[in-house]
């Protein structure tokens, strides 16, 4: 049953690939957490830990094997499960959402401002008069308006997440998707996209769910965190309870997942994470499947 005061609620989500020899790789398990209405919920964790994968589940790119995603907006007197959903029927509810993507995915053969206006364009019955408006609020919010009429190959990776933002919110959406925003920027820059995300969700009284693995980033924009290992949640709560975690001794830490958190926040080389034993199973799933992948597409 979904949380009263959640606007997504994931359920006992479970998520598996094929793999070469015929069989199933699981990536997620049995994943349950709520995501609170003008919350900013960051989900962290290794490569290969599943975060990528769930939240492209929660967008609907890619369909579960079990469980439920709950969905409720403003507009729905109760929760909807969108995993029994027509595409039409998604539809609908994701135009409640804005992504932003890892690269900025931003279309090269646009410029700036009709990269912003395409969601309008496409999802809107307004006049161009009115989108033209839009996109120049939109643009102000991210300090892009300066570099309307440029194309995204003149732009650097700072400002294609900043134009990939405004395009982002171009529907005023209720949630809003973070894909690794700090990804491939100086400390500099990654700070500045840290702020504008904050300054974006207390203005705009949006839910975020940001899948990062930087923790400098994390730390900053987290009400908060979700840490996952293997595909399975290691641990749900508000940024202080990872902080004490992260500043602990790991020696006086009583639970081996405690001390596996600690390692990760932290950067050690030493620790239930770099265990060969612990860690060899995984891995040679994760690298069979990636190897059967290469092999398919080649």
Not at 58 to 64: A, D, Y
Not at 118 to 128: A, F, G
Not at 176 to 204: C, H, N, Q, R, W
Not at 233 to 242: A, E
Request: aromatic letters at 4%; charged letters at 25%.
């Amino acid at each position: 049953m979904a949380s009263a005061d959640a606007v997504i609620s994931i359920r006992d989500l479970r998520k598996s690939f094929p793999t070469a020899d015929g069989g199933r790789i699981t990536v997620l398990h049995s994943v349950t957490f709520d995501v609170m209405r003008g919350e900013t919920l960051v989900i962290m964790g290794g490569s290969g830990c599943g975060k990528s994968t769930l939240l492209n589940c929660l967008i609907g790119e890619l369909p579960i094997d079990e469980g439920a995603i709950l969905y409720r907006t403003n507009e729905m007197e109760e929760a909807v499960d969108v995993t029994g959903l027509r595409e039409r029927e998604f539809n609908n509810i994701r135009r409640r959402m804005g992504i932003l993507f890892q690269s900025g995915a931003l279309f090269n053969s646009m410029t700036l401002a009709e990269n912003v206006a395409l969601p309008l364009r496409e999802h809107s019955y307004v006049e161009e008069s009115i989108i033209d408006i839009v996109v120049t609020l939109k643009l102000q919010q991210v300090k892009m308006l300066a570099h309307r009429d440029k194309m995204p190959t003149q732009l650097s990776g700072g400002q294609k997440k900043r134009a990939g933002l405004a395009r982002a919110t171009a529907l005023d959406p209720e949630i809003l998707f973070y894909d690794e925003p700090s990804a491939g920027l100086d400390p500099v820059t990654s700070t500045a996209i840290d702020e504008l995300i904050m300054d974006l969700s207390s203005k705009l009284q949006v839910t975020s769910v940001v899948v990062t693995h930087e923790m400098d980033s994390a730390f900053r924009i987290a009400d908060r965190m979700v840490m996952l290992d293997k595909g399975r949640v290691l641990r749900i709560g508000p940024r202080s309870d990872f902080e004490s975690i992260r500043d602990a001794d790991p020696a006086s830490l009583s639970t081996a997942d405690d001390r596996l958190i600690n390692q990760f926040l932290n950067g050690y080389s030493d620790g239930p994470l770099t265990d060969a034993e612990g860690m060899s199973e995984f891995e040679k799933l994760i690298i069979g499947t990636a190897l059967s992948e290469d092999r398919t597409t080649a």
